[in-house]
């Protein structure tokens, strides 16, 4: 059975009073075990397959079927599970969070799939890649070719099915971007299915088979080796590298890779593109003085960590408040009863003492207080609840905003159970005077 497996897949995009049709009628099988490149130029609709193929969006017609399960009719829920259990994805940004170490950048995955013991699956990983001396660096402690790494343990973290990666080598130089591609290759020679989108025909080559694309069609599906034995100009020693590489007895120089990129990608229907033009990889930036060394241009961090934990303490903060407010009106009650005003034994004509009313102002204050800032930070500490479970290690947070959640609890519940003691009382009261 097939791992991948398209029928007259399509997707359309209303743009205003236009239709862009993204894909028209794509018919694409990938078996187990394949290394599988979809290139083509920009707008071709490369990466709008690869949106479906991780389930990422839905075919607007046609029919996916994916390690046999035909993924339209499949929940919201069980798409998530999918993507979370058995594909992997690997981004030309990385998507790292940059203020988490290498090592819990990759129990991302076994967060979400709620996996307790974390750290050993993600250790592994990162050792497949290479990366086991650098489980505790940051990313931007990091070059771009290890960021990039540890991107790739993260997908493969969880064992996936497939992986699915677009434009992994975008952000690097070539020599880097040929030591990826060198992961990617022992990753397939391990039994992963890999299926890579990339405008470069020089990354593509190194794939096993080269699907290319056109105004949202298929046009070419060739092995490379196919694709490299029709190329007569081709001089003999450089098919022999090729044949070498696909073989994956060795990797090819990126010098040798560009001089085969040429004509081999005109025998798939595609030029190379020229720096500048759309497609092309982009273009090295200058760093700013106030950006790490080494820093993504691209990345961003889901939820800064300084602001959750901040939201976390505030929560906690609260909610401490309140319970302190609430102690200050059972203070204020108590010293009330011990001055030995008795309004029925001083009369109408004896007013309360100055001091009395006072204590009875603070002592109510402090109620409505109190009230107010459990019910704030019962808010506060839920919301932020909500947003920590995004970043994994940061149990901290987590545990300070479900206190300031309890603390704020307390606070609201000791005044209402108060109030419905009492209001049952005055009914007993009022029932038996009727009586």
Same mark, same amino acid.
């Given at each position: #059975?097939?791992?991948?497996?398209?029928?007259?897949?399509?997707?359309?995009?209303?743009?205003?009073?236009?239709?862009?049709?993204?894909?028209?009628?794509?018919?694409?099988?990938?078996?187990?075990?394949?290394?599988?490149?979809?290139?083509?130029?920009?707008?071709?609709?490369?990466?709008?397959?690869?949106?479906?193929?991780?389930?990422?969006?839905?075919?607007?017609?046609?029919?996916?079927?994916?390690?046999?399960?035909?993924?339209?009719?499949?929940?919201?829920?069980?798409?998530?599970?999918?993507?979370?259990?058995?594909?992997?994805?690997?981004?030309?940004?990385?998507?790292?969070?940059?203020?988490?170490?290498?090592?819990?950048?990759?129990?991302?995955?076994?967060?979400?799939?709620?996996?307790?013991?974390?750290?050993?699956?993600?250790?592994?990983?990162?050792?497949?890649?290479?990366?086991?001396?650098?489980?505790?660096?940051?990313?931007?402690?990091?070059?771009?070719?290890?960021?990039?790494?540890?991107?790739?343990?993260?997908?493969?973290?969880?064992?996936?099915?497939?992986?699915?990666?677009?434009?992994?080598?975008?952000?690097?130089?070539?020599?880097?971007?040929?030591?990826? #591609?060198?992961?990617?290759?022992?990753?397939?020679?391990?039994?992963?299915?890999?299926?890579?989108?990339?405008?470069?025909?020089?990354?593509?080559?190194?794939?096993?088979?080269?699907?290319?694309?056109?105004?949202?069609?298929?046009?070419?599906?060739?092995?490379?080796?196919?694709?490299?034995?029709?190329?007569?100009?081709?001089?003999?020693?450089?098919?022999?590298?090729?044949?070498?590489?696909?073989?994956?007895?060795?990797?090819?120089?990126?010098?040798?890779?560009?001089?085969?990129?040429?004509?081999?990608?005109?025998?798939?229907?595609?030029?190379?593109?020229?720096?500048?033009?759309?497609?092309?990889?982009?273009?090295?930036?200058?760093?700013?003085?106030?950006?790490?060394?080494?820093?993504?241009?691209?990345?961003?961090?889901?939820?800064?960590?300084?602001?959750?934990?901040?939201?976390?303490?505030?929560?906690?903060?609260?909610?401490?408040?309140?319970?302190?407010?609430?102690?200050?009106?059972?203070?204020?009650?108590?010293?009330?009863?011990?001055?030995?005003?008795?309004?029925?034994?001083?009369?109408?004509?004896?007013?309360?003492?100055?001091?009395?009313?006072?204590?009875?102002?603070?002592?109510?204050?402090?109620?409505?207080?109190?009230?107010?800032?459990?019910?704030?930070?019962?808010?506060?500490?839920?919301?932020?609840?909500?947003?920590?479970?995004?970043?994994?290690?940061?149990?901290?947070?987590?545990?300070?905003?479900?206190?300031?959640?309890?603390?704020?609890?307390?606070?609201?519940?000791?005044?209402?159970? #108060?109030?419905?003691?009492?209001?049952?009382?005055?009914?007993?009261?009022?029932?038996?005077?009727?009586?």
């Amino acid at each position: #059975m097939a791992l991948i497996r398209t029928v007259g897949l399509t997707k359309y995009y209303q743009m205003g009073s236009s239709v862009v049709h993204a894909l028209d009628g794509v018919d694409l099988v990938v078996e187990r075990g394949e290394f599988v490149a979809i290139t083509g130029a920009s707008g071709s609709g490369k990466s709008t397959m690869m949106h479906l193929l991780g389930c990422l969006d839905r075919p607007t017609a046609g029919q996916y079927f994916l390690d046999g399960r035909n993924v339209a009719e499949l929940s919201d829920r069980e798409l998530a599970a999918i993507r979370n259990r058995h594909i992997g994805f690997v981004f030309q940004t990385f998507n790292l969070i940059n203020r988490t170490t290498a090592l819990e950048n990759v129990s991302v995955p076994l967060f979400y799939a709620r996996r307790t013991n974390s750290r050993e699956p993600s250790r592994r990983a990162l050792e497949r890649v290479g990366l086991g001396d650098r489980v505790n660096h940051r990313p931007n402690e990091l070059s771009g070719g290890e960021r990039q790494r540890v991107a790739i343990a993260r997908a493969i973290v969880n064992d996936p099915i497939l992986v699915l990666a677009d434009e992994p080598t975008g952000n690097l130089d070539s020599r880097t971007g040929e030591q990826i #591609m060198e992961i990617f290759r022992s990753l397939n020679e391990q039994g992963v299915t890999i299926v890579l989108v990339t405008h470069e025909p020089d990354v593509a080559l190194q794939a096993r088979r080269v699907v290319y694309m056109r105004d949202g069609k298929i046009v070419s599906d060739k092995p490379v080796s196919e694709l490299i034995a029709g190329q007569a100009a081709l001089p003999g020693t450089q098919a022999a590298v090729w044949r070498t590489s696909l073989t994956h007895g060795g990797a090819s120089a990126p010098d040798q890779a560009s001089a085969v990129a040429k004509p081999v990608a005109a025998a798939v229907g595609s030029t190379p593109e020229p720096a500048g033009e759309p497609g092309a990889a982009p273009a090295q930036r200058a760093v700013p003085a106030n950006e790490p060394a080494g820093q993504a241009p691209d990345a961003r961090e889901p939820q800064p960590i300084a602001r959750m934990m901040s939201g976390a303490t505030g929560s906690l903060a609260a909610g401490v408040a309140a319970l302190v407010l609430l102690a200050t009106f059972f203070i204020c009650g108590m010293l009330a009863a011990r001055s030995g005003y008795d309004p029925k034994r001083m009369g109408p004509d004896q007013p309360p003492p100055v001091g009395l009313i006072v204590l009875g102002l603070v002592s109510l204050a402090s109620l409505l207080t109190s009230i107010i800032a459990g019910a704030v930070a019962i808010v506060w500490g839920r919301g932020v609840r909500r947003r920590i479970r995004n970043t994994p290690g940061r149990w901290l947070g987590a545990r300070r905003a479900l206190a300031g959640v309890i603390c704020g609890a307390i606070a609201v519940a000791v005044p209402l159970v #108060m109030f419905a003691i009492s209001l049952a009382r005055l009914l007993l009261k009022h029932s038996g005077t009727e009586s």
